[in-house]
Every structure is written in C-alpha cells, then in structure tokens.
C-alpha cells in the first residue's frame, strides 16, 4: 500500500510514500524500546529544556509548517497558524509544570511513610487523525515524552507529511533518537502494532468505530488506552441569553477547521421564544463567509480534507432534507474545483434525521428547537455522543444546575467549546474514556504506584 498526500483544493497529488515494512517497524520499535531505558532515567530540567526547545521550534517554523497543514488538508492558513502556536503552548506548558504534576505525593497513613509516585510505562502507541494533523500529536506527546515515555506515531494515511514534519521537530530541538518517531503505515498495521509486547499503551483519537477496534485489540492485550473519539455536541441557547454573542460564537464554533472538528458545537438547541431571531443571525453570518483558497488569509472555509468526506457529507444533509428538514442557505457543492462544500444550514431539525444523530464532519448547523430547558437538557443529553457542550444564558446559577444535568466530558458557558492544557480534555458514552491535557493528562500514561514504609 502506499500514502498519498493530497491538495484536497486543487486535487494535486503532492507526494507518495511507500508503507513502511515489517524489517523497519521492527527497527522503530527497537529503537524506541532502547530509547526508553535511558530517557525513563533522565534528569526532569533536562527533559523540560528539550520540550521547550521544541516548542521555540514550532514557533520558528510556524510559517512553513502551517503551509504544509493547508496544503496536506485543507484547513485554512490563519486557523493552521494557531494550530501549530498552540502545540508550541502545550510543549511550554509541560516543559514548566510536568516536575510538579509528577511529584511524589505523600499520603498519611498507618505507615512510617507512604506515597504515590507517576512512573512512565515505556513505548505508547498513539493512532492519530488528519483533521488537526500537529494538535491532535502534541496534546499527546508533550505530556507522554515528559512523564518519561516514549511515541510511535501511526498518522492518519492523508497527512503523512505533518507526520514527518512533528518527528523533525523533536530531531531538530536536539530529542535522542527514538524518543520520538513517525511510522508510515495504514490501519491495517495498528493490531499488529498493539501485540508487540514493547508497546505498553495506546492512545487514539479518531471515530467511535475505529477506537472500539483499538480497544478491543488492547483489551485483549489488557493493554492502557486512552480514547478520544467523535462527538455531536449540542450548544444550547435559552431565552436569556445574549443572541448576539451566541449566534456569532456558534457559527464559529461550528464552521471552524471547515466544520472538521470533534469539539465543534453540531447541534444547536435552541428555545422556541427566541429561536427566529436566532436563525436569522445565524443564517445571516453564515452566508457571510468566505469560501475559496485555504491560503488565502481572508478565507473562512476550504476544502473538505478529502473528497469521500464530501460525498458522506452530501448524503447526511439531503437525506435529512428528504425526512422534512428546511435549507436555508448553502446545502451543495460550490462551482469549485476540489472537495468543497457551501457552509449549510438546516432548520427544523428533528432525532430522526442524520444530521441529529450522526456526528457532522462538515460546515453544516442544524437547528433544533425546544419549548424549554427541560426539552433542551433532554435533547442535548439524547445521543451516543458525550465529548463537548456548551450552554449560553445570563444566569450563571442556572447555567451551573444545569451543567450537571449535562452528560458530556465538557461544558462551556457563555463561550466556546475548545481545549486547553490546562485543563482536562476527554468525553463519555461512545466519546471515548481517559484524559487528556492538565495533570490529568499526563498521569494517564504512568504506573500509579503505592510505596508503603514501615
């Protein structure tokens, strides 16, 4: 098999590699076991100096590393821009706060002492998607690598080049080799990968189909995952909230990375007395953005990353349009070469239809209205999902009762539905299990282990 990375807006196949064969993913491995032995043992100072040298990497290369983002996938150079400033965050991040999250805590008991000590694993497995090709790495190998760790990198086949690119960063800041290495292989590779007794965990962020494969692979293996998976997250609007403020954030929300985002408000429930003035704003921003060139800094949406994402995407919104669904602006192609699609977006939406109940990769907003916040809870609450939520209303009591009754790994009010390393990022249902990010993230990957003196 080979990879082959693609312009998803011009089409231009830009590069192939040839998939990388058993004698060399022995030698990786190898590799990364011998690099963890001595890396386990190292200094924390030194490991911070490394990661930081990695993060004034990023920001060194900003330039060429977010053109190869557009060029690979399609996300539109400003956002691909604050992709890789945000890796370069999350690598500062770590570098000063890793030594204190991984201290020994002392805990009083009946011992003469006893603590709990964060001891890394060894070699963790991570099987990353295309949609934001350096984050999705980052969040996972900067608290991974500084816990004392080691990554293999499985990337998603379409972004073999940002792939190559985040393993040259960790060579250039001056990383032993091993420490931190890309492997050019598809899906078909990753069981396999999970039955070498060398790789100790796996971490996953991709589709709910793909992260029940990983674990029941790694299950069998009874081998640490940490899964992030898809999400439908719902943005409810209520009748106090500030329309303004939430019609603007939810398009946002929605429309960002082309609507390729996991954390991406998808369904927006919104109350019956204020749901027209709502629409009306949202229809009015949406059809006020900008489709065309991903290098181009004025453009808001690109292309789709590939063009069988399109074709899913086309039949989710005409099949909901066949169950009774409204169009009020976009809902097709644009007379554009590659794999655009117009932002969309859909009105009386109800549970029946695809765009309700199915995760929405794509800049499609679906409406969904509710006679009250009883309904709007019970909607939002009703799907398979749990990543992300959010919650727009100007009584903050109100919003903290009703963050509770929530069932996601997240919710934001007032705001926007992201990730931060300062805080633990994750979901429920079929969102997946673990954390990522805070010192949460960076505990998932050790040996929580008991010492007990008397």
């Not at 539109?76 to 945000?86: D, G, H, L, S, V």
């Not at 030594?99 to 497995?125: M, T």
């Not at 985040?166 to 420490?179: M, N």
Request: hydrophobic share 40%; glycine share 8%; proline share 5%.
């Amino acid at each position: 098999m080979k990879l082959e990375s693609i312009n998803p807006a011009s089409e231009e196949v830009l590069h192939i590699y040839p998939e990388v064969q058993d004698p060399e993913i022995e030698q990786k491995i190898s590799l990364a076991d011998q690099a963890y032995k001595d890396w386990k043992k190292r200094d924390p100072a030194e490991k911070s100096k490394l990661m930081q040298a990695v993060a004034d990497q990023l920001l060194k290369d900003c330039e060429g590393l977010s053109k190869l983002i557009t060029k690979e996938m399609g996300k539109p150079i400003r956002e691909a821009e604050a992709e890789i400033k945000k890796c370069a965050w999350v690598c500062e991040y770590y570098a000063e706060h890793a030594g204190e999250f991984l201290q020994d805590e002392i805990i009083p008991s009946d011992a003469g002492k006893s603590w709990v000590s964060y001891e890394p694993l060894g070699c963790v497995l991570a099987v990353m998607p295309w949609n934001f090709p350096f984050w999705q790495v980052f969040r996972f190998a900067a608290p991974a690598i500084m816990a004392g760790n080691v990554g293999l990198l499985k990337h998603a086949s379409n972004v073999p080049q940002c792939a190559l690119a985040i393993e040259e960063c960790f060579t250039r800041a001056g990383f032993p080799p091993g420490i931190f290495q890309a492997l050019l292989v598809s899906s078909s590779k990753v069981e396999q990968l999970i039955h070498d007794e060398r790789i100790k965990a796996i971490t996953l962020t991709g589709s709910d189909l793909a992260g029940s494969k990983v674990a029941e692979t790694a299950g069998f293996c009874l081998k640490k995952t940490v899964l992030e998976l898809g999400g439908n997250d719902p943005l409810i609007v209520l009748d106090d909230a500030d329309l303004e403020a939430a019609a603007r954030t939810a398009v946002q929300s929605r429309m960002i990375n082309t609507g390729q985002s996991c954390i991406a408000a998808k369904r927006f429930i919104v109350v019956d007395s204020v749901a027209g003035e709502f629409t009306q704003r949202v229809h009015d921003l949406i059809e006020a953005l900008i489709i065309g060139d991903p290098m181009d800094p004025d453009t808001d949406i690109g292309p789709l990353a590939r063009e069988d994402l399109v074709i899913d995407l086309e039949r989710q919104v005409n099949e909901s349009i066949m169950l009774g669904a409204k169009c009020l602006t976009g809902g097709k192609r644009p007379n554009l070469a590659g794999a655009y699609y117009l932002p969309t977006l859909l009105v009386d939406v109800n549970e029946n239809m695809p765009v309700f109940f199915e995760e929405v990769f794509g800049p499609v907003a679906a409406i969904i209205s509710a006679k009250d916040e009883t309904e709007a809870i019970e909607l939002a609450n009703h799907s398979e999902f749990g990543l992300g939520a959010a919650i727009w209303t100007k009584d903050l009591e109100r919003a903290r009762r009703l963050a509770g009754e929530l069932e996601s790994g997240c919710v934001f009010v007032n705001e926007l539905v992201k990730s931060d390393p300062r805080l633990p990022f994750g979901g429920v249902k079929r969102s997946g299990f673990g954390r990522e990010l805070s010192y949460h993230g960076i505990r998932e990957f050790t040996n929580v282990k008991t010492v007990w003196i008397k």
